[in-house]
């Protein structure tokens, strides 16, 4: 068996010219391609068409290539949607021809059509859906060729799997890393101990046997609809194990993946959903992966030693190390299990008996504390993401008191225990010290496998049923209880199961001897102590495991959400044993497609839903989102939650105060003058009069009030682009809304004026005068009004724009337009709902960057930090006009507890020093962004104050041809990637970037480090 041919073809650009035309009338320019033992040139035509010449060394056999161009045709006839090269023949109609190089050594030569597309190693991201298609491709691939044959077949070659012991044996040496080594020889082993003895019990037919990274080709890859898979480079076909084909892709497409595991059920997931694998196959399949790889790495090692220049040969070299030691620390068969969910089997074969035989005995089955939990009154604790009982202890600044909270909630409910959950999405030790450590996307284990059992210290702890202690473990470690027993259980039929004890008195067990038989009832120990700052918290962790994996002492007691039903396979219910009533439990949360149903029947789908995957979203902390799986996301484009997500201080004044009083205005109260004089402290005079209301659309309605009956006139002035609200009157003046999908336009009262664009508009950002040119326009619309015989009620705009785009208005823009304004009669009202509140960091308003003072203001979102407050704050002399003899009332507007919320606001932004934080940390990431834009052309401008930014997204730097689709792909992956930002802009090619005013240095590198990834990507690379 030879493990490479040392007869390479030595031929040049110019001989591949001169064979292409000679031999095969194709006429074009020729550039040779990497390959390991042929030569192969890329061939292209001046009408387009494209080939492969190949030239095989000296040492290739006519039959064998005979068998590749037969393989090539077979599967071309199947019909299916896969690319298969063809066969160009020669101009003397046979489809292999020979040539003689410089020595008079014959090779053998063909032409292949060239597959349009990217090799699979260079298409990004490798998207789950991606990976599930390609195991789909070579599952098809894999039925196309059930049952061809050929007379080369049966050939004897060193890259087919069930030679591995002899080609690792025969090169391993070659690796002089002593770790590398000892990995080798570690999958030598499982494949000699777990593969080797049963190879010839499975099926067999002809396999490409090399869908590497490299081999595998992809032709319109990030379209769903429309991708076709190729594969090329026939020449290590071979009669071998059909499962081999699906071992050597899973291996490649693997590499580099953060959860390798997952990746491959994905593969193996889309390969038996078209040819159905055995279950013998799959037990096999991790083995055979990772035996691929030790081949891989192993004949590298040779290859290296023989042609060390040769870049081609170590190109997925150290991927495969790196893979192969994290796949070490893969038990085989918690690999299995998750490949057998994958192809729909239970990922435990002897879960579904153990479970049977469990219920079958409830009434045989002993206690497991000396409390009968069966008829006790018991509370259910939520001790979840979500919960609302230890809501309080998630915002605190120090290490919040979770025993008091239990003990409390249990001696409230007269309950002797206290039952934390199974299947539990858990996360109630998150305290405002570990923000800094919470990473947006990455998935951590948060579903909890066991139930836990709230008791007082030293409860005794009794054996359910007999048994034998398996092991001990009188520490805690990460992701698993502390002091822990085990005990080995086994049924009459001989099935074997394991129950866990955690947070035990490590005292206590000491007394006891591995291997040691325990009967029914039997003592265990007693329940131990554990401490959270001091408080004792006393609870038993209990858990079920079918498979210990060759774990002892202990056993993980989180799992992953991607992984959640193979580990519920592993660990089933607890109250298996414990027999708790079901009525005890509250009912299971609404899932995420239950919600959407009850939605679509009940909410009027204009109520739009973010995203194409809809998040789950169940709480809030500071800069972070949680959905339901646990999983963290850093918002950065909500700025409802100014100070931060429920933040500790406002959630606090709002408890404090909601339970003392919350009534309307028409009685006095102090929090509504205190407010109100806060709130007027940060405004320049004239503005001292304030209207509370709740929402922004509210105010804004209100202040076209107060214009029309100050100016007693009706017609206004607004930016095109621009968004006030949502009730009838502000669509009307919301170009963004009235110009766009459903919308009517501009009545004619409401009059439009260009948005001060300086990146795309007439006048640009070169030019020092663009804001005067942009504002001179509203003169000459004040002067059509006038020549209607009206006058202008009001001009109303964003100091800087939203919707628009992130738009921030230039130089002296709104001092000449309040100048034209002022002079006809009108008034100027300025919406801060957006921009307010420090965000812009230089000020505290907007309108401060552009040196006015404008007639009213309104405020809305960030004033409450997302509690209903909104204001409108106007001048003595407007607010005098207003009183007309008709009461203006909002029943909740200004009410105590909304009062309470706007103070804390204003607290938080002075005591934390958010607007200079906002400033500092809004220049930082409009730096980094910028820097973003140097390398990446689709970034065409960044512009922003404070933590105000926008990015816009274009084609063409020229054209400024709006990237839409682009800018949709990328709020998609970066949600997918845990970052949350969405789009802006009249041409909805603008990424909004408005955060919480709490976002750190630190969440922008991490934006900008994940944009950049996301920029570089197929869909959104330009240069692709």
């Known amino acids: 068996m030879s493990t490479k041919d040392q007869d390479r073809p030595d031929f040049t650009d110019q001989d591949a010219v001169r064979f292409a035309d000679e031999l095969f009338n194709i006429q074009g320019v020729v550039q040779e391609l990497p390959s390991e033992r042929d030569r192969n040139f890329y061939i292209k035509t001046k009408s387009g068409e494209e080939y492969v010449l190949k030239i095989a060394a000296t040492s290739e056999q006519r039959e064998i290539l005979d068998f590749q161009n037969a393989t090539m045709k077979h599967l071309r006839k199947q019909g299916s949607t896969v690319n298969y090269p063809q066969v160009h023949k020669a101009r003397t109609g046979e489809s292999i021809v020979t040539v003689s190089d410089t020595k008079g050594r014959p090779h053998f030569i063909r032409v292949l059509s060239y597959l349009p597309g990217k090799v699979f190693a260079k298409v990004t991201p490798h998207t789950l859906d991606l990976l599930f298609d390609l195991g789909k491709f070579i599952g098809q691939m894999s039925h196309d060729l059930t049952g061809f044959s050929h007379p080369a077949t049966q050939r004897d070659l060193y890259w087919d799997l069930k030679n591995a012991t002899s080609v690792i044996k025969q090169h391993k040496e070659l690796i002089t890393d002593p770790d590398k080594r000892s990995l080798v020889e570690h999958f030598q082993q499982l494949f000699e101990a777990h593969v080797q003895p049963i190879l010839s019990l499975l099926r067999t037919s002809v396999i490409h046997n090399d869908g590497n990274d490299y081999n595998i080709i992809i032709d319109k890859a990030h379209n769903p609809q429309e991708r076709r898979f190729g594969i090329i480079d026939f020449g290590d076909m071979v009669a071998s194990h059909t499962v081999f084909e699906l071992a050597v892709a899973t291996a490649y497409a693997i590499m580099d993946k953060p959860d390798p595991i997952t990746a491959a059920a994905r593969v193996i997931s889309g390969f038996h959903s078209v040819f159905p694998l055995t279950e013998q196959e799959i037990e096999l399949l991790f083995y055979l992966i990772c035996t691929r790889l030790t081949m891989s790495v192993s004949i590298c090692a040779y290859q290296q030693k023989l042609e060390p220049e040769n870049e081609y040969l170590r190109i997925s070299e150290q991927s495969a190390w790196t893979l192969l030691f994290r796949l070490k620390e893969v038990h085989p068969q918690f690999a299995t299990y998750t490949f057998r969910h994958a192809c729909n089997l239970a990922p435990l074969p002897q879960n579904k008996e153990i479970v049977k035989w469990l219920q079958a005995n409830r009434k045989q089955i002993g206690f497991i504390v000396d409390l009968n939990l ?28 979770i025993a008091d909270i239990v003990v409390h909630k249990l001696k409230t409910e007269n309950s002797c225990a206290g039952i934390g959950r199974y299947d539990e999405v858990r996360w109630i030790y998150l305290t405002r010290q570990s923000l800094a450590t919470i990473t947006p996307g990455k998935e951590e284990r948060n579903i909890h496998l066991g139930m836990d059992i709230f008791l007082e210290p030293g409860t005794h702890i009794l054996a359910p049923m007999a048994g034998r202690i398996h ?12 002091p822990t027993i085990i005990l080995e259980h086994q049924t009459k039929t001989k099935l074997k199961f394991f129950t866990m004890y955690g947070n035990m008195n490590k005292d206590s067990i000491r007394e006891l001897e591995l291997g040691s038989l325990v009967k029914k009832g039997d003592k265990i120990g007693t329940l131990g102590e554990f401490k959270i700052d001091g408080k004792k918290l006393s609870h038993l962790h209990f858990q079920i495991i079918l498979d210990l994996l060759d774990h002892t002492g202990v056993f993980p007691n989180m799992a992953k959400s991607s992984q959640r039903e193979v580990w519920l396979n592993l660990c089933p219910n607890p109250n298996l044993i414990l027999g708790i009533p079901s009525e005890a439990f509250p009912s299971e949360p609404l899932k995420t497609t239950d919600i959407l149903r009850i939605r679509d029947h009940h909410i009027s789908n204009t109520l739009s839903v973010a995203y194409q995957k809809p998040l789950h979203i169940v709480r809030g902390l500071m800069q972070y989102l949680f959905d339901d799986t646990g999983k963290a996301y850093l918002d950065a484009v ?8 429920c933040h500790p201080h406002v959630v606090k004044k709002l408890r404090e105060q909601a339970a003392v009083l919350n009534t309307n205005t028409r009685y006095l109260h102090k929090n509504l003058i205190k407010y109100a004089q806060q709130l007027c402290a940060t405004l320049p005079e004239p503005l001292q009069v304030c209207f509370f209301v709740n929402s922004g659309s509210e105010a804004n309605e209100l202040a076209l009030r107060l214009a029309f009956t100050h100016t007693k006139q009706r017609d206004l002035i607004v930016i095109d682009g621009a968004y006030h609200g949502n009730t009838s009157n502000l669509v009307d003046i919301s170009p963004y809304k009235s110009d766009g999908p459903g919308g009517k336009g501009t009545p004619p009262h409401v009059h439009k004026i260009t948005m001060p664009d300086v990146y795309r508009g007439k006048y640009r950002a070169s030019d020092p005068k663009a804001g005067e040119k942009y504002a001179r326009e509203i003169s000459g619309v004040i002067d059509q009004i006038n020549k209607g015989g009206r006058g202008i009620a009001a001009f109303i705009c964003e ?25 006809a009669g009108g008034i100027c009202i300025v919406d801060e709902v957006q921009v307010g509140f420090g965000r812009v960091g230089t000020n505290w308003w907007g309108f401060q960057t552009q040196n006015v003072v404008p007639d009213i203001i309104t405020l809305g979102k960030p004033i409450g930090n997302g509690h209903p407050l909104a204001a409108v704050i106007t001048t003595p002399e407007i607010a005098n006009s207003f009183n007309t003899g008709m009461e203006f009332f909002s029943t909740t507007g200004g009410n105590p507890v909304s009062c309470a919320v706007g103070m804390a606001v204003l607290d938080v932004i002075k005591e934390e020093e958010l607007q200079k934080h906002a400033l500092e940390v809004g220049n930082y990431l409009k730096q980094q962004l910028t820097q973003l834009k140097d390398k990446h052309p689709i970034i065409g401008d960044v512009r922003g104050l404070g933590l105000f930014i926008g990015v816009e997204l274009v084609q063409n730097h020229k054209t400024l041809t709006p990237a839409k689709e682009e800018a949709k792909y990328i709020i998609e992956r970066m949600k997918n990637l845990g970052i949350l930002i969405s789009i802006d802009g009249p041409l909805h090619n603008v990424l909004k970037i408005k955060p919480p005013l709490v976002f750190t240095k630190e969440n922008a590198n991490h934006l900008v480090t994940t944009l950049d990834r996301v920029l570089s990507e197929d869909f959104v690379n330009l240069a692709k």
Request: glycine content about 6%.
């Open 374 to 401: 069966r008829t006790a009154p018991l509370t259910v604790l939520d001790l979840s993401v979500g919960s609302s009982t230890f809501s309080s202890l998630l915002y605190a600044d120090n290490t919040s008191n």
């Open 638 to 645: 909500n700025n409802v939650p100014h100070v931060g997500h």
């Open 799 to 823: 100091p800087l724009m939203s919707c628009g785009g992130q738009i921030v208005l230039p130089k002296n823009y709104l001092r000449e337009t309040f100048r034209y304004v002022r002079q």
């Open 471 to 482: 092991s001990l473990q009188t520490h805690a470690t990460n992701h698993t209880p502390g």
